[in-house]
């Protein structure tokens, strides 16, 4: 069975502070590694998809990597408005059957930046 | 780009009410969607998945005659909460991908659901 589990639960920054959120996943063979971020209320935001291990991704103050066995967002000089909460998800390799490519998540990072 | 609107965004009802929640593709088309529920503070749990055309697959434990999907077209999908019950208030999510299964799936903005 897929498992992700996220780390720390909460993480709360001074704004300028960078860190780093972790995925550790287990999964029969990886498809795909999803990070989103998810606001209060509403659904959650595509942010990066990786592939393969060594992959890097970036976008504003944030950058994902991938290794076989975990993930991790890094956030830097983050700002008051990254404050979220961060999904990351795993894609299996379908081995027979149809799994339609379902996503298993974890538990989220909540995310909170104080000025 | 790819962007999915779901409505309504809450629902309060009595119990025993049908609710019809709407999923659609704005931008793009959808060959696969899929339904969520999250619970407060706890992550998404996938209810069902659905393909255009063809009949959902539903997730283990999880009612098909107590929550009907439909996937009409490549841009609209539907769930259906049948005679619902208080137990069944939750933050409903759908998301839509368009092409291979390694694609992203995009989400819409949930409907909160509500039954007294």
């Known amino acids: 069975e897929d498992q992700v589990t996220q780390s720390p639960e909460a993480l709360r920054l001074q704004e300028g502070e960078s860190s780093s959120l972790n995925c550790s996943y287990t999964?029969?063979?990886?498809?795909?590694l999803f990070w989103y971020r998810q606001d209060p209320g509403k659904g959650p935001e595509f942010l990066f998809t990786?592939?393969?291990a060594g992959e890097e991704k970036e976008k504003e103050r944030l950058k994902a990597t991938l290794t076989k066995k975990e993930s991790f967002l890094h956030i830097t000089a983050p700002k008051p408005e990254d404050s979220a909460t961060y999904l990351c998800a795993v894609q299996a390799k379908e081995a027979g059957g149809t799994s339609y490519g379902k996503l298993t998540f974890g538990q989220g990072t909540i995310l909170t930046v104080h000025p | 780009g790819a962007v999915v609107s779901q409505h309504p965004s809450r629902v309060i009802c009595k119990s025993g009410t049908s609710v019809k929640i709407e999923c659609r593709s704005l931008?793009?088309?959808?060959?696969?969607m899929f339904w969520y529920r999250q619970f407060p503070k706890q992550s998404l749990m996938l209810m069902a998945t659905?393909?255009?055309?063809?009949?959902?697959?539903?997730e283990q434990g999880v009612e098909k005659d107590k929550f009907l999907i439909n996937h009409a077209s490549l841009t609209l999908s539907t769930l259906t909460v049948t005679s619902a019950h208080p137990e069944d208030s939750s933050f409903y999510i759908c998301s839509a991908r368009a092409g291979y299964s390694n694609q992203p799936q995009h989400f819409g903005d949930g409907t909160r659901l509500s039954i007294l």
């Open positions: 659905s393909n255009e055309g063809s009949k959902a697959t539903y």
């Open positions: 990786l592939y393969s």
């Open positions: 931008d793009f088309q959808a060959t696969t």
């Open positions: 999964v029969s063979g990886l498809r795909g």
